[in-house]
């Protein structure tokens, strides 16, 4: 199968892989592949920055990760003379609970 196209000179049918037209001699365009190697480098653009943005984004993300975890640790060392009077009195509530259960 060869593909065969008219040229936009003369108006006859000459390969599409030809440059130059046998009948004319005049230089044909090639859009065509043009296209598609605009098309190729545009995707190929395309991911490289979607990549690029993934990457920075999951860098931030960790950044975050370690901010909060930072955070976290900075509150619960600052939380924890608070927190384990609470502790506390949720163990006695229980045990109240069970002494209850008992006298029953
Ligand atoms: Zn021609």
């Known amino acids: 199968m060869t593909a065969v196209r008219k040229c936009p ?3 006859e049918e000459v390969s599409a892989k030809a440059t130059r037209c046998k ?3 005049a230089t044909l365009p090639t859009q065509k592949k043009k296209r598609r190697n605009y098309l190729a480098f545009f995707f190929f ?3 490289l920055v979607l990549g690029v943005f993934c990457w920075y984004q999951q860098g931030i993300i960790e ?5 909060i975890a930072q955070l976290e640790r900075i509150e619960d060392s600052q939380a924890s003379p608070s927190e384990a009077p609470g502790k506390h009195t949720g163990r006695d509530s229980t045990a109240a609970n069970t002494r209850l259960d008992d006298s029953k």
């Open 9 to 11: 000179f003369c108006l």
């Open 23 to 25: 009948h004319c001699g």
């Open 45 to 47: 653009l395309m991911s």
């Open 63 to 67: 950044q975050q990760r370690n901010q």
